[in-house]
């Protein structure tokens, strides 16, 4: 009996000390493991119930089956190159024919440098990216915030300046809320919808690879790549 008395007042304190507690009221269950990625299942469930996810993934093959999606930088450089500027034109052809459709673009750097130094410089890359496409007549409401991912996503595992790692990547993100096309869940007329490349149509049977360029020059271990 004495012990049933002492789990009972146990459990009473308990319970005092959580309605005491001015945070007890306005915290979701579950608070104390989620780690802020519970909200992004829901939205993927939701998207995938009203087919957007599946939409999502077709356009983003389709569209890196069409269109370059990756241009290259100098060392230590976010200035976009003619060639780069060329793709990026490709790239908004494809995007001005798609008003439904949301782009994101992110930056990457070569290995060479400290890993703050690469973010920031990923990041002025994917600005001047977004920048140009921007030019290009290409709303920035439909190109999401510019993501950075610095040094850490070499395509070269190599320490020293590559180009191929020294690139901006575009990419299919989802769909743009609230026009009347997505609202009517046509996703499907969304992604198979004609695409025409009007001035480039025989360039896109074949990507070449980008040219890797060998630098001589001593490099500064301090600027990043």
């Known amino acids: 009996m004495r012990a049933n008395t002492t789990l ?15 945070g007890f009221v306005t915290r979701e269950a579950g608070y104390e493991v989620d780690e802020g990625g519970f909200g992004n299942a829901t939205m993927q469930n939701s998207m995938v119930m009203m087919g957007a996810w599946d939409a999502t993934m077709a356009l983003g093959n389709r569209f ?4 370059p999606t990756t241009i290259n930088f100098a060392f230590n450089s976010s200035d976009l190159t003619e060639e780069a500027k060329a793709t990026l034109r ?3 052809n494809f995007i001005r024919q798609f008003p439904e459709v949301r782009f994101r673009v992110y930056g990457h750097t070569d290995l060479v440098g400290s890993e703050a130094y690469n973010k920031a410089l990923g990041m002025r890359r994917a600005k001047a990216a977004v920048a140009y496409l921007s030019s290009q007549g290409i709303g920035t409401a439909r190109l999401e915030a510019v993501v950075s991912f610095g040094k850490t996503q070499p395509v070269i595992a190599t320490p020293g300046p590559e180009e191929r790692n020294r690139r ?5 993100t ?6 009347p096309t997505v609202m009517n869940g046509k996703y499907a007329e ?13 360039s896109l049977a074949e990507r070449p690879h980008p040219r890797t360029t060998v630098v001589v020059t001593q490099v500064d271990p301090s600027s990043g790549g």
């Open 8 to 22: 009972l007042a146990g459990a009473a304190l308990i319970a005092l000390t959580a309605c005491n507690d001015p």
């Open 90 to 92: 490709q790239q908004a």
């Open 174 to 179: 989802g769909f743009v809320k609230g026009n």
């Open 168 to 172: 901006t990547v575009t990419e299919v």
């Open 190 to 202: 969304i992604v198979w919808r004609t695409y025409v490349n009007t001035s480039m149509t025989n």
């Open 64 to 67: 890196a089956q069409e269109v």
